[in-house]
């Protein structure tokens, strides 16, 4: 596969979960009046298990034979580390510099999905 293609296809599954996260992140904030920090935990949390499914079998699909319990190992780990430097860039910009939290939220997704992109192309489905 191109990797044009692999970039463009994860952008619409990372629009399909930023779309997840949003509407988490407001029903959460917004409707139920639950802390931010929370708040996108669980955004991430439900987006990663749609995110798992689309990046197996359509961004990094693989002819030969994987085990799915050392990708879902590996894509944890990934997962881990890119939501590390976005929840580290969330707090930073929300409590350091005084961010709006929604904006905030907005922006921690392009540290998320660069980070992730990288290390589920090295490492998890490689």
Same mark, same amino acid.
């Given at each position: ?10 952008? &619409? +599954?990372?629009? !399909? ?9 407001? &029903?959460?904030? /917004? ?13 991430? +949390? !439900?987006? @990663? ?22 990708? &879902? !190992? ?22 350091? !510099?005084?961010? /709006?939290?929604?904006?905030? @939220? ?8 660069? &980070? ?11």
């Amino acid at each position: 596969m191109k990797e044009s293609t692999r970039i463009f296809r994860f952008a &619409v +599954i990372g629009t !399909l979960n930023a779309l997840i996260m949003a509407a988490t992140v407001w &029903v959460m904030m /917004d409707e139920l009046d639950i802390n931010y920090m929370l708040s996108n935990v669980t955004a991430y +949390i !439900l987006a @990663q298990i749609h995110n798992f499914i689309w990046c197996k079998y359509w961004i990094f699909p693989s002819k030969k034979k994987s085990n799915t319990w050392q990708q &879902v !190992l590996l894509f944890s780990i990934a997962f881990g580390m890119a939501y590390g430097a976005q929840f580290t860039f969330l707090i930073g910009l929300v409590e350091g !510099l005084d961010c /709006d939290e929604y904006l905030a @939220q907005f922006l921690g997704l392009f540290v998320y999905g660069g &980070v992730n992109f990288l290390m589920n192309k090295k490492f998890t489905f490689c």
